[in-house]
């Protein structure tokens, strides 16, 4: 393996389609699900018009049976039934937290579980979805990275989840009525389960499907994707999916990044920030989201304060710094509230945004860092977790 090679080799994504079964439509691009109608009969020249049909039916109507589509013939209808299906994950259970969040365990193909969290605020709400079945790195302070499974999602799962949460909301709109509703569901976060960077493709033609104006329709300015920093991707996500990114950052000094976030090691600050300099350029976005996590006596100092506002300079960024959500286990505690907020002042002083994060759902488990899912409950031990922390 070369020496930037991203570390996939036990990442296996289940192929959409099983040797004799039907095929699922959800998470085709519009190109391959084209490529599949004419490969089943569907005349070249109507293929184009047939998948926008079908597109704005499964997409912006939230149609599921082929019945439904009324401005298809009805054999063509009967035909696409033999062939082929409408599938999204299965909601197995729903959490709702006295604030109001949502969480979801979703399964997936071969039985593995996922969880998707719905934020509801003033006005709007954010889904936080996953992309991978567990993690493939250990990021010391994640729940998530201490589970062993990993498999990426596919596109139609990572779509399906923002599908099965429109269900849940009832916010499909009514067929026929008009585009500009107000959204219960406006704002994607990939900042659950996985490392986006690492399940590229999926990712990219998931997203591509949530910004297509003929069905969700959500901005690439409402959809954000949060890394860890796998450098060589970054540079593809501004120009092949062009949402807003947020890196997981959380330290100001290799040496402690090496410790919290892993991958550190392969891409260390320095590569990073350079990858991150030339984001918001390409990707025609306005500024980066740093994600720092506020650890006791770890990462939490003025200096670390300081130190993080020189290296991002000339980054147009915003800090958000997140309270650590603890878990059962984990080997850190969370930075008193003193202490977090007298970092933001220092952040904020400099002229950057340092809101403060407040943790929803966490009578549930569903705040940031606490997803695990129930099909991989064996955790490592607190003096393996610590070893591999360097405590
Ligand atoms: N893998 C991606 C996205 C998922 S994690 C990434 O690492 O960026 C989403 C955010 O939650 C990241 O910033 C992550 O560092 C943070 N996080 C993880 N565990 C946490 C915890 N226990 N408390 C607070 N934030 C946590
Ligand atoms: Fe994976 Fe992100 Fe958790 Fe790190 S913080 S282990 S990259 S999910």
Request: charge should be neutral; aromatic fraction near 6%; glycine fraction near 6%.
């Amino acid at each position: 393996m070369s020496a930037t090679a991203p570390i996939t080799q036990d990442v296996m994504t289940i192929p959409r389609k099983l040797p004799d079964g039907p095929i699922n439509l959800i998470g085709l691009t519009r190109d391959a699900m084209r490529e599949v109608l004419i490969a089943h009969g569907t005349p070249e020249k109507q293929a184009r018009m047939r998948v926008g049909q079908i597109w704005q039916w499964i997409y912006q109507w939230g149609v599921r049976d082929f019945a439904d589509m009324t401005n298809l013939a009805k054999a063509y209808r009967a035909r696409l039934a033999e062939t082929f299906v409408i599938e999204i994950p299965e909601m197995v259970s729903k959490q709702v937290s006295s604030d109001g969040t949502r969480k979801y365990l979703v399964r997936i193909n071969g039985g593995h579980e996922v969880e998707v969290v719905y934020i509801p605020e003033e006005g709007r709400g954010t889904l936080c979805i996953s992309s991978q079945v567990g993690c493939t790195l250990t990021c010391s302070f994640c729940h998530t990275g201490t589970q062993k499974l990993v498999r990426n999602l596919t596109a139609g799962e990572i779509i399906g989840q923002v599908m099965m949460a429109r269900d849940d909301l009832d916010e499909w709109p009514e067929i026929g009525a008009p585009k500009d509703e107000t959204r219960l569901l406006s704002n994607i976060v990939l900042m659950g389960m996985g490392e986006p960077l690492y399940n590229f493709e999926n990712v990219r033609d998931a997203m591509k499907i949530a910004m297509d104006p003929e069905g969700i329709q959500l901005s690439r300015r409402r959809i954000t994707l949060s890394t860890s920093g796998v450098v060589p991707e970054i540079a593809r996500t501004a120009q092949e999916i062009g949402c807003q990114l947020a890196v997981s950052f959380h330290a100001t000094t290799d040496e402690t990044r090496n410790r919290l976030v892993p991958i550190n090691k392969r891409w260390n600050i320095e590569e990073l920030l350079e990858a991150l300099r030339s984001y918001p350029k390409v990707s025609n976005s306005e500024r980066i989201t740093f994600e720092y996590v506020m650890l006791k006596d770890v990462n939490d100092t003025d200096e670390d304060a300081r130190r993080l506002i020189k290296l991002i300079d000339g980054i147009p960024a915003k800090i958000n710094l997140i309270p650590f959500n603890e878990w059962p286990g984990a080997p850190y505690t969370r930075s008193s509230n003193n202490r977090i907020r007298a970092f933001a002042d220092i952040i904020y002083k400099a002229g950057y945004a340092s809101p403060i994060r407040t943790p929803r759902g966490e009578d549930i488990m569903a705040a940031c860092g606490q997803l695990k899912s129930a099909t991989e409950r064996a955790r490592k031990s607190r003096r393996q977790i610590e070893a591999e922390a360097g405590l």
